[in-house]
T-cell receptor, first 114, second 110 residues
Framework: EAQVTQNPRYLITVTGKKLTVTCSQNMNHEYMSWYRQDPGLGLRQIYY???????DKGDVPEGYKVSRKEKRNFPLILESPSPNQTSLYFC?????????????FGPGTRLTVT | KQEVTQIPAALSVPEGENLVLNCSFT??????LQWFRQDPGKGLTSLLLIQSSQREQTSGRLNASLDKSSGRSTLYIAASQPGDSATYLCAVNAGNMLTFGGGTRLMVKP
């Protein structure tokens, strides 16, 4: 089944403790991205990647890191999480850049930072 | 900076009604517009993708239109069903980033 998977689905952590949220897609998509969703602010893009070793900032990149060493994986790294990063996170992928292709979203990761 | 607005924010209708959800955007220089559905606690499911050169797209009971020059898109749902209850999001692409609207929360009552 073609899909985008994220792990973990739920995570509660403490301020400053480094964490990684994994994202994987099995559709051989070139483009991958991360979003966060907050009440009243909607969905905002954090980072995106056009291909392996090519990443770029979205609207809200501060406090996050990403890497794209393999085509199928695009992990989101929070080096020193803070409470304002409590949010619902989504990974997405598409065949190419968003200019032409439909985006497919993962199920989401709910992160709470205390 | 692109801004996307969806009106209404919430809508409640009886089963069987036809309904229209609205999406407006401030910068008409877009590549495409995509409509999504989000169920509570779940991810986003793509419904329709309209390229900037297209006027409309149809999938089953759903029809989405795009008027790029006026910065508007509508999602028409025919013969609504309780299973259509969800939040509907539109997103515009003006590069390699999507800008989302705030969503319309739809409730279809049996």
């Amino acid at each position: 089944e073609a899909q985008v998977t994220q792990n973990p689905r739920y995570l509660i952590t403490v301020t400053g403790k480094k964490l990684t949220v994994t994202c994987s897609q099995n559709m051989n998509h070139e483009y991958m991205s991360w979003y966060r969703q907050d009440p009243g602010l909607g969905l905002r893009q954090i980072y995106y990647s056009m291909n392996v070793e090519v990443t770029d900032k979205g609207d809200v990149p501060e406090g996050y890191k990403v890497s794209r060493k393999e085509k199928r994986n695009f992990p989101l790294i929070l080096e020193s999480p803070s409470p304002n990063q409590t949010s619902l996170y989504f990974c997405a992928s598409s065949l190419g850049g968003t200019s032409s292709y439909e985006q497919y979203f993962g199920p989401g990761t709910r992160l709470t930072v205390t | 900076k692109q801004e996307v607005t969806q009106i209404p924010a919430a809508l409640s209708v009886p089963e069987g009604e036809n309904l229209v959800l609205n999406c407006s955007f401030t910068d008409s220089a877009i590549y495409n517009l995509q409509w999504f559905r989000q169920d509570p606690g779940k991810g986003l499911t793509s419904l329709l993708l309209i390229q900037s050169s297209q006027r409309e797209q149809t999938s089953g009971r759903l029809n989405a239109s795009l008027d790029k020059s006026s910065g508007r898109s509508t999602l028409y749902i025919a013969a609504s069903q309780p299973g259509d209850s969800a939040t509907y999001l539109c997103a515009v692409n003006a590069g390699n980033m999507l800008t989302f609207g705030g969503g319309t929360r739809l409730m279809v009552k049996p």
